[in-house]
């Protein structure tokens, strides 16, 4: 074919030519022609979409669509997929949280699928067996609570469920019993979870945690499977059956509570099969604020997610655009909200059938406004007090000194069908694995979510038997005009309202896409008081990403924060966004994890 000068010289220029102001960095990644340097395309789908943590759970979520499963069904699959492929994150053994956009109702429903303390361990019992620790460990079975994941599949699946339980599961189940390669980021958590546990095998009975979760090297050690490898759990698919076959009731009535209870009393454990029967997940109404013509929602105590919209409420009367992403001026006042927010957190939030928890009065408009004039733009806040969001609120605290939130491990899940139903879901053990307790045969690990419980008496949070601890797992999901708009969330202990802030800022404020507002440089501010004791001193440090100009670290630094730059802690974050006028989904996951989203 002839072509034209004209023609060749228009193809040399679209090809060859580099994007205006790129400074070389030499950082050895490569360079985009459209788009943030710093992200990849966002997916983008008209039928369905997932989007996880592992490559492979996304996909079966899919399939699982593509099958004539509801979004319901695709977040189950992915959650077992997910038991077996990041047990680093989450599991059987631990707690669950979702929230439901129903397009037959045009309504958003709130899970809490998370385990109460045993009823058989009284508040004197456990302050005998902590002796002289004034906090609950990480490991064995003080920490345990029961098991709140299959209760909440269970839920799910009978509202929303348009697959039989067993096709949920059947992915997850041949997974375990062939094998799957480890991805890279687990990978890495994995052997820092085995480290950790042998360097605290005194606390952990028996080796049944190794028998699950550690193969056998060359040399005959047993050691944690490396990235690439193919790793099997038996005893999760033989688990897993029985729940397909049984329906989830099977956990907590049957031969797999039955197992937990005995393996518990043989080990000097706590939970018995009265604690599995009487457990339920309770359907919960979420709770919402308005940011800038965002409704934003979170679920109410006792989980942390109403300190995201506390934050907002505090950040709508700052024109935060106006200030630039990632400015001097921006991560100022992000920080000082969530310093904010984060005392009150400390304060208020608890199980709400054992304390009064004033949420709509944190969360209100008035209240955001009255926190919001403790912010000096060139000052910086020093141990904050909680604030005073009705008459009634009780007296100050004294709570002893603790450095847990910092930390959790856990895996984040959305899900969005053909019927332009959307899950937002969250799942975890709590700290990496869990308790390092692998009840006999059962293939999963047992959650040390109760090590969130304060033993401080009088404290809202404070340890009582049949109680829900203190949570940091948040599902969350937006509506706009009326609309679903973004179902989304970011996992990491206390990273997670700070995250959710900051995505849908990056979205709403900044006008980043999906993928972008994930991949885009993050700040995490620790040091906040904390529902389990912790009490702030001082400032608190806000660490950044790379991503942060050095000036603006430095001018941050000069006006009196703490401020350290490093990789790691900022969560984990996935997004699906409806676009009504197209009628397509936006999907993005982030480049801190192994997910991907995966779309038809």
């Given amino acids: ?183 890279q980021v687990i990978a890495y958590y994995w052997q820092g979870n085995v480290e950790a546990f042998r360097e605290n095998s005194d606390l952990i009975p028996g080796d049944n945690w190794k028998e699950t979760y550690l193969i056998e090297g060359e040399s005959g050690e047993m050691r944690a499977p490396k990235e690439g490898e193919i790793f099997r759990n038996p005893d999760l698919a033989n688990t897993l059956g029985t729940i397909a076959q049984n329906g989830t009731e099977a956990f907590y009535e049957g031969k797999i509570a039955r197992t937990i209870a005995d393996y518990a009393e043989r080990t000097s454990g706590y939970l018995g099969m009265e604690d599995f029967r009487q457990h339920e997940a309770n359907w919960v109404d979420p709770v919402s604020v308005n940011y800038r013509g965002v409704e934003v929602f979170e679920l109410p105590p006792n989980g942390q997610g109403i300190a995201a919209l506390q934050m907002l409420q505090i950040l709508k009367g700052f024109d935060v655009a106006d200030m630039g992403h990632n400015s001097t001026d921006y991560l100022h006042v992000q920080a000082e909200a969530k310093k904010l927010a984060f005392e009150d957190r400390a304060r208020f939030y608890a199980d709400p059938a054992f304390a009064d928890v004033p949420v709509q009065e944190l969360i209100s408009e008035k209240y955001g406004t009255q926190r919001r004039q403790l912010i000096e733009m060139d000052e910086v806040l020093s141990a904050p007090d909680a604030g005073r969001p009705r008459a009634a609120a009780t007296s100050s605290l004294d709570p002893t000194m603790r450095q847990r939130l910092n930390s959790g491990d856990t895996i984040y899940l959305t899900v969005a069908d053909s019927s332009g139903m959307m899950v937002s879901l969250i799942q975890s053990n709590y700290a990496g694995m869990g308790s390092g307790l692998v009840p006999d045969g059962l293939g999963f690990m047992l959650q040390d979510r109760g090590a969130l419980f304060t033993m401080e008496q009088g404290h809202p949070n404070v340890y009582k038997p049949g109680k829900r601890p203190f949570h940091t797992i948040i599902p969350a999901f937006a509506m706009k005009d009326g609309e679903p708009f973004l179902s989304f969330g970011v996992m990491g202990g206390g990273m997670q309202p700070q995250g959710h802030v900051q995505v849908l800022s990056n979205i709403v404020d900044f006008g980043l896409n999906v993928q972008a507002a994930g991949d885009a440089a993050r700040y995490r501010h620790s040091g906040s008081s904390s529902p389990t004791g912790e009490a702030m001193e001082g400032r608190g440090t806000l660490r950044v990403e790379s991503g942060v100009p050095d000036e603006v670290v430095n001018a941050l630094r000069g006006r009196g924060h703490s401020v350290s730059v490093g990789a790691g802690g900022y969560g984990g974050y996935q997004a699906i966004r409806w676009d009504p006028e197209e009628g397509v989904y936006w999907g993005g996951t982030e480049m801190r994890k192994d997910g991907t989203v995966v779309g038809y």
């Fill in 1 to 183: 074919m002839d072509r034209s000068p004209l023609l060749c010289l228009l193809l040399c220029a679209l090809f060859l030519a580099a994007p205006p102001a790129l400074a070389q960095n030499g950082d050895g990644g490569g360079d985009r022609l459209t788009g943030p340097a710093y992200a990849q395309s966002p997916v983008i789908a008209e039928h369905g979409m997932a989007a996880t943590s592992q490559p492979l759970a996304s996909q079966i979520a899919v399939d699982v669509l593509k099958q004539g499963g509801s979004a319901a069904d695709a977040a189950i699959a992915a959650n077992a997929a997910l038991g077996l492929m990041e047990p680093t994150g989450n599991g059987l053994g631990g707690d669950l949280f979702a929230i439901v956009y129903d397009p037959e109702t045009d309504s958003l429903y709130g899970l809490n699928a998370s385990g109460r303390s045993p009823r058989g361990l009284s508040y004197d019992a456990l302050q005998q067996e902590l002796g002289t620790r004034d906090e609950i460990p990480l490991l064995g079975h003080l920490p345990v609570s029961v098991p709140g994941a299959a209760s909440g599949w269970g839920k799910l699946h009978k509202r929303f469920g348009r697959l039989p339980l067993e096709d949920d599961l059947a992915p997850a189940i041949e997974y375990a019993r062939e094998g799957f390669p480890l991805s």
